[in-house]
């Protein structure tokens, strides 16, 4: 059977290798593995969410408000701005494939950091769009500039991703205002803030003003997550805030009921409780200082991070051999040989479980 052409050159996500696998695969008992690769939140999510979805759970019978008012009403509030300035996404995944099917197409690009959240290619890879890449791995304005400007005719979309998936490095919010406003106005300016929560935690400068962003930019579009911080990613709800005339064009991509009864009270409520993401925040940055001492004193470089991961670089030893070894053990990080580099990506787990990858992978290094 013959299948468009462009589905040719596309690869599948390699997602975090799941908890099941490794119980097969070694024979590790089911609660002794530690999943520290897709960044989830190792405190889980909150008990008032957990509460509310099972009060939910006899109405699941019921497609939910597809209007998602409550849920769009507390986002409005939480960035000031209109409910018309939101729309709601199966995970955020699904925002950056609405924004992919309304500006690219074959005769277009996308403009991305060298290494980066591998999603921005997949998407545009099912609309046959071109991917241009930075030289640099981080996000280097300067050459993102340069590159959109040798091919600003072709380039329809820009993804920041803010701070950035898998190395953790994070812009100061200036300087993306900044190169914003050199930015023609029919591209479309997007900035993945998956785990902007914790960058501006971490650093005042970091933080990404949505009010003034689509206020001053009428070409941005913000998405959010509740996978990370909010510890919601088997949940699946995202969502983007964007001026009222990008949202219209992007909601006629919108399935209905894109997201679940379920998933829907859960983010409603996962807003009310502050105190969990309070928590969840002050836990990764106290134990990423023990990351960062445990790479100091074995000679591994990191890369500072603004997020609930870190990434370690291995100059002598091989991070395919190391993740291996470690999965033997249980314990699931990221590889990031896909991403061309020798190093691993580790999700920032609870004191106890950071203990156990000390241990393993201090015999391994
Ligand atoms: C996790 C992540 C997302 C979105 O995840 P969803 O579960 O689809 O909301 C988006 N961007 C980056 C950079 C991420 O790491």
Known sequence: MKFNKHLQNISNYEAGKPIELVVREFGVKNDDVLKLASNENPLGCSKKVQRAIKDCAKNASLYPDDSMFELKEKLAKKYEVKTQNIIIGSGSDQTIEFAMHAKANENSAILVAGTTFAMYEIYASHVGAKVYKTNSKNHNLAEFEELYNKHKEEISIIFLCIPNNPLGECLDAKDVYDFISKIDEDTLVVIDGAYQEFASFKDS????????????????????????????????????????????????????????????????????????????????????????????????????????????IFKDKNATEISQNLLKKGIILRDLKNYGMNAIRITIGKPKDNIRVFKELEKLI
């Open 205 to 312: 400068n970091k933080h990404i003003n949505v009010k003034k962003l689509i206020n001053d930019f009428k070409n941005t579009m913000y998405m959010g997550t509740f996978s990370k911080a909010y510890g919601l990613g088997g949940m699946r709800v995202g969502y983007a805030v964007s001026s009222q005339s990008i949202i219209k064009e992007l909601s006629k991509l919108r399935v209905p009921f894109n997201i679940t009864t379920l998933s829907l009270k859960a983010a409603i409520v996962a807003l009310d409780d502050d105190k969990f993401i309070q928590k969840t925040l002050k836990n990764n940055f106290s134990q990423m200082k023990k990351f960062e001492k445990f790479a100091l004193k074995h000679g591994i470089d990191y890369i500072k991070s603004y997020t609930n991961f870190i990434t370690y």
